[in-house]
């Protein structure tokens, strides 16, 4: 199963995407949802925050994991590969 919903880029688009997940997700173990929601809303805020785009949340669900994909139209640009210091 795959749901996928659209979201308008405003801040209180965060709530809408984790309520999304919590009703599409609404029979998982409530450790599972929590771990969820959490990415949704993070996804979500970087959607609103850095792309300022319109974005789309799916998740799909298999009986083996569950996958959380977040799509904006922000930035047109290329991710940058980094070499992080150890600090």
Not at 32 to 59: G, K, P, W, Y
């Amino acid at each position: 199963m795959k749901e996928r919903r659209d979201f308008p880029c405003r801040r209180e688009s965060v709530k809408q995407a984790r309520r999304f997940a919590r009703e599409t997700l609404r029979d998982e173990p409530a450790e599972t949802l929590e771990a969820v929601e959490l990415m949704v809303s993070e996804l979500a805020t970087n959607c609103v925050q850095h792309a300022r785009s319109d974005f789309e949340i799916a998740i799909e669900l298999s009986p083996v994991e569950i996958r959380v994909e977040a799509c904006d139209g922000g930035g047109g640009g290329q991710p940058t590969r980094r070499s992080p210091s150890p600090r």
